[in-house]
């Protein structure tokens, strides 16, 4: 295995395995991994879908990207034992083009991208994700980032937080939200974010089947790591990569990032670049849910990459 990320100190076995990778099966399946072919995990995380497909390579090999150090630290014990069949990368996968240039790969056989934050991420305290463990309300993917939700809680105007809380979150009481949070300054924990929020809604039966608060951090750790910005730039770049009759899978988990990568996908097909192969987005099964929550929320959408010489059905996906 080739990189240069460290584990961390630390770093132990149960660590490396908390996080369940969803739709394993599924992925392995639409990517078509072939023991010699080429692929690129773009959001490496702790390396489940990464290791699958390794598991499947003979003389292929795999690129493993992440811009977050410790995901990348944490995956390297995952990923030791398959040697150099794989390199991993720190970087955003936003750049996928230049990073895979940098690597000497061939055009590649399937990328997969699983837009989900990890088990590991929020269970960090370090980190601020999540609003059941109290921490610096970071939420920086990339600790290198500039700007921290912090940063966005303490310092943005009443109005640009609710537009901010309203756009990404699709939070509807936006504005209740952020003028709670301009009368609490300043907000330095993440249960401390979390109680704030929660006070500012009404407690009304069917008003939130979820946490108060989880609109709120999903729109702030989306606006921090300018998440919709970066699968943007990976959408418009990501095919440069691929080989004809390559995969693009791609697994994401709220509707905003959904509706880019379906409408992407149905202006590859009507332009030729390639034909979707999810004429209906992928959901987890039953016992795939009940193993793991958080599979509920994914949702799965795979292209593939067309001859634009002997252009076929670019069938678009229709939900």
Known sequence: MTGDERPQSGETEQGKRAHAPVLIREVTEFLNVRPNGFYIDATLGAGGHAEA????????????????????ATARGVMAPFGDKVTLMRGNFAEIDTL????????VDGVVADLGLSSMQLADSGRGFSFNIEGPLDMRMDPESETSAADLVNYTSERELADLIFKF???????????A???????????????????????RPGLHQIHPATRTFMALRLAVNRELDNLEEF?????????????????????????????????W???GRARVLTRKVVRAGEDEVGRNPRA???KLRAAEKADRNNLGDGSEAEG
């Open 235 to 267: 959408l418009a770049r990501v095919l440069t990569v691929v080989a004809v009759g390559g995969r693009v899978v791609v697994i994401s988990f709220h509707s905003l990032e959904d509706r880019m990568v379906k409408q992407a996908f149905a202006a």
């Open 169 to 179: 979150g699709e939070e509807r009481l936006s504005r209740r939200i952020a003028r």
């Open 53 to 72: 497909i390794a598991g499947r390579l003979g003389s292929g090999r795999l690129l493993a990207l992440d811009r977050d150090p410790l995901a990348l």
């Open 269 to 271: 097909g009507r332009d």
């Open 100 to 107: 895979h240039a940098n690597t000497g790969f061939p055009p």
């Open 296 to 298: 509920r929320s994914a």
């Open 181 to 203: 949070l301009m009368k609490a300054r300043p907000i330095r924990t993440s249960t401390e974010l979390a109680q704030v929020v929660t006070r500012a809604i009404p407690s």
